[in-house]
C-alpha cells in the first residue's frame, strides 16, 4: 500500500482507468466490471478491480486537478506498475460542431501549466496519447457509431476560469473542449513509458451553456467507459 492508495500488492491491475470522481469509479465497476472487489478506499477515493471480458481492469478515482491526479498516477505507475492508464471523465465542449454528450478523444492536451512544470523550466513540453490507444479508441468508436471528435483539449488548472480571452484563443486555435487532468496524465506515462489516453464525455458547453442535469450523466457516460475499455485491449 501507498501513502494515498490501500491497495495491496496484486491488487491494481495493469490496465487502469481513471474517472475523478470516486463514485463514478464505483458505477463504471458495478456497470462494465465482472467478479468486482473494492481495493481502495483511502480518503474516499474508491478504486475497484475485477475483469471486463476476460481481462482485468482497476478502475481508480483520481480527484480533481492535476495535482491530484498525479499523485494517483505516480503511486499507480511506481508501486503497482501500472502500464495502460485511461482518463475517463467529463470535460465542456468549445467548439460550434461538439454538442453535450458527444466523445472527445483527446490527442494532445494544452495546458498553461502542470505540476511537471518544474521539470521542464523554459521547455513547453507537449503532451500527447498513446498512438495505439488513440487509434484503438477511435475505432471502437466508429464501431458503435457514437458520434466523436479527435482532437486537441485545453487541461486547466482552474474550474472557475475568469479569463475569457484564453478560452477564445483556445476556440481560435480548434481545442475540442477543457477538462482539468489530462496533460499531466500524458506528461506522467511520456515520463515513465506508460500508455495513456483520455476519452471525455462532454458534459457542458461553454458557447451555448448547455449542461446535462445531474442526474443524467452518469447515464450519459456509458459509451465513454465501453470505449476506454476497448481502446485498452484493442477489443
Not at 448547455?210 to 475499455?229: H, N
Request: glycine share 10%.
Amino acid at each position: 500500500m501507498t501513502i494515498h492508495i490501500g491497495a495491496k500488492p496484486g491488487d491494481i491491475a495493469e490496465t487502469v482507468l481513471l474517472p475523478g470522481d470516486p463514485y463514478r469509479a464505483k458505477w463504471a465497476a458495478e456497470s462494465f466490471l465482472n467478479d468486482v472487489t473494492l481495493v481502495n478506499e483511502v480518503r474516499g477515493m474508491l478504486g475497484y478491480t475485477g475483469t471486463w471480458n476476460g481481462h482485468r481492469v482497476t478502475i481508480q478515482g483520481s480527484g480533481m486537478g492535476m495535482p491530484s491526479l498525479s499523485i494517483y498516477v505516480n503511486e499507480l505507475i511506481r508501486d503497482y506498475d501500472a502500464k495502460t492508464l485511461v482518463r475517463i471523465g467529463s470535460c465542456g465542449g468549445m467548439q460550434d460542431h461538439v454538442a453535450v454528450r458527444d466523445v472527445i478523444i483527446a490527442m494532445t492536451a494544452s495546458t498553461v501549466t502542470t505540476p511537471s512544470r518544474g521539470i521542464f523550466k523554459e521547455l513547453n513540453f507537449a503532451p500527447c496519447a498513446d498512438w495505439s490507444l488513440l487509434q484503438a479508441a477511435v475505432a471502437a468508436a466508429t464501431r458503435k457509431g457514437t458520434k466523436t471528435h479527435i482532437g486537441g483539449i485545453y487541461s486547466s488548472d482552474v474550474f472557475y476560469d475568469e479569463r475569457p480571452d484564453l478560452n477564445e484563443q483556445m476556440v481560435r486555435h480548434g481545442i475540442l473542449g477543457v477538462e482539468m487532468e489530462a496533460a499531466e496524465l500524458y506528461t506522467l506515462a511520456a515520463r515513465h513509458g506508460r500508455r495513456a489516453l483520455a476519452v471525455l464525455t462532454v458534459s457542458d458547453h461553454l458557447l451555448t451553456g448547455e449542461a446535462l442535469p445531474p442526474d443524467q450523466r452518469e447515464t450519459s457516460f456509458g459509451d465513454m467507459v465501453d470505449i476506454a475499455l476497448r481502446a485498452a485491449f484493442d477489443a
